[in-house]
């Protein structure tokens, strides 16, 4: 894995036109590609499920990060690996047992993500830390792009660097030239971009921007 990584999230993206919108992603250069799975469960708002992973892998070879923000993760996490997903990430809020889910994920072969959501307090992953590969810290409430950063992530960003050196840390939500420096300085190794990258013209200039940024 190459940190830091940019990671673009589908979710502002015209669904009618996928395989184009992953070519200019691809092109702008992304390493991976985030998608945000809801289930108007656990988060008020309906995205898509593996008909939209396997129709992605179909276009491309890059590594794809399926973040659910469903109420069940377990139910859908071996259709989801058989979609195509390289990195399954669950929410810590959705689960009674994070780290049976953690463990069950690992079983799947793929990396094993915990998302803590913007409102959730640290404490809430110790159980689990030991059974994943990466933290999705959220810096906006999950459930919508283009929300503004809540820097109440930074902090809970330093803490688990400082405590888990070994942990990919990611951070999702509000990210632009600056809020992604600031999540850089504190500690973290995969940021994902929706609003900032595909609400451009320019898909790679927005990219090189981002990136120019983590980089500085
Ligand atoms: C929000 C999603 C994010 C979202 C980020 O629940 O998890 O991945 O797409 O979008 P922006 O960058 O617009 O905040
Ligand atoms: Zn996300």
Redesign the pocket.
Same mark, same amino acid.
Request: aromatic share 4%; proline share 0%.
């Given at each position: 894995e190459l940190t830091p990584a940019i990671m673009p #999230?589908i979710? #502002?993206c015209d669904f009618g036109d996928m395989k184009s919108e992953v070519t200019r992603l691809t092109d702008a250069g992304a390493q991976a590609l985030?998608l /945000?799975v809801m289930d108007g469960h656990f988060v008020p708002n309906l995205t898509f499920g593996m008909p939209m992973v396997s129709g992605l892998r179909r276009h491309t070879d890059l590594p794809l990060d399926v973040?659910l +923000?469903i109420s069940e993760p377990l139910r859908y996490a071996k259709p989801m690996v058989q979609a195509g997903a390289d990195v399954l990430t669950f929410h810590v809020e959705a689960v009674e047992d994070a780290a049976f889910v953690a463990k069950e994920f690992r079983k799947l072969g793929v990396g094993v993500g915990v998302a803590l959501d913007s409102d959730t307090k640290l404490t809430d992953l110790e159980p689990c830390l030991d059974f994943v590969d990466m933290v999705l810290v959220m810096s %906006?409430k999950? !459930?919508? &792009? !283009?929300?503004s950063f809540n820097p109440i992530s930074l902090e809970k960003l330093r803490l688990l660097r400082d405590n888990h050196p070994e942990l990919l840390l990611q951070i /999702? &939500? !509000? +990210?632009n030239t600056e809020t992604i420096v600031l999540a850089r300085d504190a500690g973290c190794d995969l940021f %994902? %971009? !929706? #609003?900032?990258i595909i609400h451009s013209d320019d898909y790679s200039e927005a990219f090189a921007e981002l990136d120019q940024a983590i980089k500085s």
């Open positions: #999230s979710l #502002s985030h /945000d973040h +923000m %906006v999950a !459930g919508f &792009g !283009g929300q /999702d &939500g !509000g +990210m %994902v %971009v !929706g #609003s900032s």
